[in-house]
């Protein structure tokens, strides 16, 4: 015997007050008596603290209490029996934006999750095994009314040079100098690309990659201070090797769904999204300095971080 | 190397499904080279194709043109090697390895001791071997998309794509780039094919409506509409930047299913990432990639150069600007080979000699690969453009000062911009003719400031000359351009490139200029030759030019006499001289006029003796044979008008020089004779003191001559025809002592071997006839009496049975009695040219000896044909033979008593032996009856004509 929910969206995103809608199908060898079908709809956050932020014993003992964004109960069959063979039992449950509170987007990150499931149960007798269905259907933000700001405006304009890097750098690159000038549009819609330019304008020391990344922000309220964490999502190389010179390269990224999601700040936590520029050089560093030193590998690489803004308009 | 193919299996699943896909059925037989469309679709599928939008007829001949190319690529650069493969890359060990490195992972890898490192990750696989490693992996990609793992297939496929970042064996690279185009086409048409379905069936494959030829993103179902934006998605997370970009160029076809006109807007942007790969080799073979897809996607029909960009108001990019007459299925293409024109120019400054290097070939090799793609993208570019197209492409690329990018330090070391030699080379390829011609001034300019080492810069001039002589320019211009070109050509000191040029501007020259300038061009090559080393090849150059002069010239003399050409000849050595000199002859012998410029002669006959010295007994039979036709042809053709005696010296010579010849001394005798009979022509028929005394030096000349002939036949053939010039010419005594040396030399012959004896036969038995038909006209010895000639071939038949037997000798014997019987009538019967001589009727006028002598030697000649006659063993042979005869005595006797006899008795006898219906034996038969002889014991012929 086995059960199945078919949602009637193919790709399983719904955007509220959309109504999630299918059949949950049924397929017994025998006949079944049941004492009716229930399906709920769920919408949990659940919030977890980086180890490395608050500490792992804090990190252990504290756990965030998840958010509970939606539940919903609908019996869809009442108690009866279903007939051996296939059975198919039509449901709808319509997504709601709960008073006072939203749904949010669903999203998944290391610290931060926003889920959204769907439970069918199939509900029996005392002594009979239940059975139970999950099913993860997303919820997107219905495209928002953004104030219309000014093309340019979110334009932000970039230079990495050796006098703008945080960490130290290799000695050869701080002599050589380099200068890589660039452009991006930091308020991106999520159903579109990152777009922008970069050009090197100068290196001393060739250059044997340049990548965009991806971060993702998590915060996580820990008591009284956020708990904050960075992490790659996805990186694209821009430039392989060493490019010409004074000649502009494309910035384009598509937006892995699933991991990204609108900005967004609620109290008890924030997501927030950065692009990373990471400029690798063809350095080749002392011995001394791969063994000694713990940031090595980041003294061949320059970086230029930018906050982008995810919209879904 | 075996074409990479994937089993179409997908196609037939669609059949099964119960309705076709022509267009995936259709591309599916494209890529595997036509063979494979489904029989049972073509006709429908043709139609719906006739009416489709970017036609997949144009798709198809685009596949067709790239195949062809492909595999003259293929074979180009085909090598045998190894290839070392880092185990980064290396999805050609089998064992799965785990997903990618991190990219911190990857940069500490580098950063290790990099010698030790790439010992231990990195194995050599021979090319064959990688090449077969490929093929297998195509199989498992088809493999896991028929167990629909598509994304297993996928992840191969990236893995496939991420095989031509590996560029540490530049030679291989072509092949390579062939290769993996293929794996890529074959999973980008299988995408295509998927879309496609979903969006014409649900997801059980059930078919809902077919999408109309001309469908847009709106007819598509929104599932299908779905897949495709994963497929997009998930290529866009490809980390790396070249895998990333092929794999999008192997699926942008499907962007039509999701934007209304997207594909020039997508095209445009990867280009410009293009500009992300700074490996030349890498970074062109991309722009070929996306050429090649480019041209299937924009047909170079469609439509306005408005490119929707795609690229948000980020435009900025320093591009050319297009004008609006370029459409944009050609717009991309330029701006994405001046990009990697600014990478390329980095190798020609040698910015990447240290990599290429490391890769064990030269600068100039690297370039060679790269040529394919140059040729490739300027045939798309040029492809169906108009004028004004031309001209700006001609300008974008030929005067790149506008279009250099701002720069601030960096490559401050490239100096100014000139074009690229290479560019231009392809650019002229592939330019048509007749625009070449409107702009050539513009087209010197820019070869002449190109000269980088990409292309050798005479191969420019070369090409140039070559359309030129294609399509010819304006005539005012003609003068100017040769002018323009030599001042650059004439100052190189390489002589095989100067000479390539030469070469080809001599045709430029023959066409449109007058004599004057081949002269001066003539020259120029001749002092080239005085001061460079003479190698090979720039006397095949030279070599090409003389025949190319011969060829223009149908004169071999006008040749000749132009200035320098002499010295020119003296240039040659060795083999090519020999090359040459049977050219010219050739030339010569085809013109078939007659040689009488003295100049020409002396030439001509000193490049005959060398080549006539250069055979020895190691030359081959065809050689020598055609060097002897070649002299015999040249020696007839020689002409001294009336110098009659200079001929002779000639021939004198011409005997002296080419003492390995037979035929040439038949030539020289034949030519000999022709004189004595000019001679006789000249004085009118009359031979006087003077013409007798150079008669007699032919004659003598000849006598001296033929005895060196090896073959018997020619010489007595020779001989005879010398016998009757000197009989002409009245010289009796020369006459008769040449038939005689003829005779001798017969008395002399041994008989001719096995299979050729009935051929010699043949020859002296139509000898003897001749000879007997020459006797008729000579008169008869004062001394030795009136048949002494005569007589020496009786005795010669005689004395040697076995030289004429059979038929022949009778045959020989009734052209005696023959002989006899006009001799007899005392009627000359020839015409002879001088009157001088006379014949034996009026030497011997009704004198009775002679008439004795002449019936005793019948009666001999009578008896002889009779006893020959019952010898030979055929039956058939026999009865012939008995016909002859009695033909031949009909003939010649009156018809009497004893004739009689004999007639009817030779007649029964033929009878008794031949079938009554034999053609022969009626005709005989009937005219035996006419002169009187009835047979007896025969029937009257049945049958009258």
Not at chain 2, 264 to 275: E, F, K, N
Not at chain 2, 856 to 874: H, S
Request: include cysteine; proline fraction near 4%; glycine fraction near 6%.
């Amino acid at each position: 015997m086995s059960l199945e929910i078919k949602l009637n969206r193919l790709d399983r995103v719904y955007r509220p007050p959309d109504v999630v809608d299918g059949v949950l199908v049924i397929d017994t060898p025998s006949s079944v008596s049941h004492q009716g079908v229930r399906l709920t709809a769920t919408g949990t956050i659940m919030l977890q603290l980086s180890a490395r932020q608050v500490g792992v014993f804090e990190s252990l003992y504290t756990s965030v209490k998840p958010i509970e964004l939606m539940h919903k109960v609908v019996d869809i069959q009442a108690s009866g029996k279903f007939p051996r063979g296939r059975t198919e039992v039509p449901f709808a449950i319509s997504l709601e934006t709960p008073k006072g509170g939203k749904l949010y987007e669903s999203f998944h990150g290391a610290y931060v999750n926003i889920q959204y499931l769907l439970t069918a149960e199939l509900i029996r007798g005392y002594l009979q095994k239940q059975m139970s269905v999950i099913v993860e259907f997303m919820v997107e933000g219905k495209k928002e009314q953004v104030p219309r700001v000014p093309f340019e405006s979110t334009i932000v304009n970039f230079y990495i040079t050796h006098d703008t890097q945080k960490h130290m750098i290799a000695p050869v690159l701080r002599s050589g100098g380099f200068k890589i000038t660039g452009r991006v549009v930091t308020q991106c819609s999520l159903s579109e690309y990152v777009t922008g330019e970069l050009t090197v304008e100068h290196s001393a020391v060739p250059i044997s990659s340049i990548d965009v990344q991806l971060l993702r922000v998590e915060s996580v309220a820990a008591g009284d201070r956020m708990a904050t964490e960075t992490s790659e999502i996805q990186s694209t190389q821009v430039a392989d090797g060493d490019i010409c010179r004074g000649l502009s390269v494309p910035i384009y990224m598509v937006l892995p769904r699933l991991l990204t999601c609108p900005t967004l700040s609620a109290g008890a936590f924030s997501l927030e999204f950065e692009l990373s520029i990471v400029v690798t050089f063809d350095a080749t560093l002392s011995k001394h300095a791969l063994l000694y030193e713990p940031n090595a590998t980041k003294m061949a690489t320059a970086y230029e971080t930018l906050p982008l803004k995810l919209l879904r308009i | 190397m075996a074409q990479l193919k994937l089993p179409m299996e997908v196609a037939e699943d669609v059949q099964e499904a119960g309705f076709l896909d022509p267009l995936g059925a259709n591309s599916a037989g494209a890529f595997a080279g036509g063979g494979l469309i489904s029989k049972a679709g073509t006709s429908r599928a043709a139609q719906r194709l006739r009416k489709g939008p970017a036609s997949d007829e144009h798709a198809q001949a685009v596949a067709a043109e790239w195949d062809v190319y492909k595999s003259s690529v293929m074979q180009r650069f085909a090598s045998t090697g190894t290839i070392t493969v880092t185990t980064g890359l290396d999805i050609l060990s089998k064992e799965p390895k785990g997903h990618k490195k991190s990219v911190t992972a990857a940069h500490l890898e580098q950063l290790e001791d990099s010698d030790k490192d790439a010992r231990e990750g990195s194995k050599i696989i021979s090319q064959q071997e990688y090449v077969t490693r490929l093929r297998e992996l195509n199989d498992e990609i088809a493999l896991a998309w028929l167990n629909n793992e598509r994304v297993a297939a996928l992840r191969l496929t990236i893995k496939v794509a991420r095989l031509l970042m590996d560029t540490s064996v530049p030679q291989f690279y072509p092949t390579l780039f062939v290769l993996v185009t293929d794996v890529m086409d074959t999973v980008g048409n299988l995408v295509w094919d998927r879309i496609k379905r979903k969006s014409e069936g649900d997801e059980s494959d059930e078919l809902v409506a077919l999408l109309p030829a001309n469908f847009t993103a709106d007819d598509v179902r929104p599932e299908a509409k779905e897949t495709c934006n994963n497929w997009f998605y998930k290529i866009g997370c490809i980390r790396e930047v070249l895998p990333r970009i092929y794999l999008e160029i192997a699926i942008l076809r499907c962007t039509v299913f999701l934007e209304k006109d997207p594909a020039a807007g997508s095209i445009q942007r990867l280009t410009l990432m293009m500009r992300g790969i700074s490996d030349p080799l890498a970074s062109a073979y991309a722009h070929l990639y996306l050429a090649r897809r480019g041209q299937v996607l924009l047909p170079p029909d469609s439509g306005d150069s408005e490119v929707p960009t795609s690229y948000g108001a980020l435009s900025s990019f320093l591009q050319i600007t297009v004008p609006l007459a370029v459409p944009r299925s050609r717009g991309y293409l330029i701006n994405g080979l001046n990009d990697y024109l600014f990478l390329f120019r980095r190798v020609l400054y040698g910015d990447f000699d240290k990599k290429i290097a490391a890769s064990g070939v030269d600068r100039r090799l690297y370039v060679t690969l790269v040529e394919p793609v140059f040729e490739w993208i300027m045939k798309c570019i040029f492809e169906g453009a108009s004028q004004d197209e031309m001209a700006f492409v001609v300008h974008a690329f030929g005067e790149p000062q506008p279009l250099t990018p701002r720069r601030r330090g960096g490559n401050a070391g490239q100096p100014d911009q000139e074009p690229v030699s290479v560019i231009v080379h392809y650019m002229l390829k592939q330019l048509p003719p007749a625009y070449i011609a409107g702009e050539a001034l513009n087209m010197l300019r820019l070869i002449k400031s190109s000269k980088d080492v990409s292309l050798s810069q005479h191969l420019n001039y070369k090409l140039l000359g070559e359309k030129l002589c294609e399509c010819s320019s304006p005539r005012e211009n003609q003068l100017v351009i040769l002018n323009e070109a030599w001042k650059v050509v004439m100052t190189y000191s390489n002589l095989p490139e100067y000479m390539a040029v030469a070469d080809v501007f001599l045709d430029y020259i023959l066409q449109y200029c007058t004599e004057m300038e081949l002269t001066v061009l003539l020259k120029d090559i001749l002092k080239h030759f005085r001061n460079g080393d003479i190698s090979n090849a720039a006397l095949v150059s030279l070599e090409s030019i003389i025949f190319k002069l011969v060829t223009h010239y149908t004169d071999i003399t006008k040749v000749l006499n132009l200035v320098h050409v002499v010295d020119i000849l003296d240039l040659f050595d060795g083999e090519i001289r020999l090359s040459v000199y049977k050219r010219i002859l050739a030339s010569v012998t085809r013109s078939n006029q007659k040689i009488s410029d003295p100049v020409t002669r002396h030439i001509v006959f000193e490049q005959c003796r060398v080549l006539h010295d250069s055979l020895d007994s190691l030359s081959s039979e065809d050689d020598r044979r055609q060097i002897t036709r070649l002299i015999a042809r040249f020696v007839q053709l020689v002409d001294y008008g009336l110098d009659l005696e200079q001929h002779l010296a000639f021939l004198v010579d011409c005997r002296a020089t080419f003492g390995n010849m037979d035929l040439l001394r038949e030539t020289v005798v034949h030519s000999s004779n022709r004189l004595s009979v000019s001679t006789l022509k000249l004085a009118g028929g009359l031979s006087n003191k003077q013409t007798i005394e150079f008669v007699k030096a032919c004659v003598t000349f000849n006598a001296i001559t033929i005895p060196s002939i090896t073959s018997i036949i020619s010489r007595i053939h020779l001989f005879l025809e010398t016998a009757e010039a000197a009989f002409m010419n009245g010289l009796l005594s020369h006459t008769e002592d040449l038939v005689k040396t003829a005779l001798k030399c017969l008395q002399d012959s041994s008989i001719g071997d096995g299979s050729k004896q009935k051929e010699f036969e043949e020859a002296i038995c139509s000898f003897l006839q001749k000879l007997l038909s020459f006797l008729t006209l000579a008169p008869g010895h004062p001394e030795l009496g009136a048949f002494y000639i005569l007589r020496g071939i009786l005795t010669l038949l005689d004395s040697r049975p076995k030289l004429v037997t059979g038929r022949r000798r009778l045959q020989v014997l009734c052209g005696v009695v023959c002989m006899l019987s006009a001799v007899r009538e005392g009627k000359c019967l020839h015409y002879s040219l001088n009157e001088q001589v006379d014949g034996n009727d009026i030497l011997y006028f009704e004198d009775p000896l002679y008439e004795e002598e002449l019936a005793e030697i019948t009666a001999v000649v009578v008896d002889m044909l009779v006893t020959c006659l019952d010898q030979d063993d055929d039956k058939a042979q026999r009865g012939y033979q008995h016909l002859d005869a009695c033909n031949a005595l009909v003939t010649a006797f009156k018809v009497d008593g004893d004739l009689k006899t004999l007639c009817t008795g030779l007649l029964q006898k033929a009878s008794a032996v031949l079938t009554e219906t034999d053609a022969y034996l009626q005709v005989t038969t009937r005219f035996v009856q006419r002169r009187g002889i009835t047979c007896v014991g025969m029937g009257t012929p049945k049958c009258c004509v």
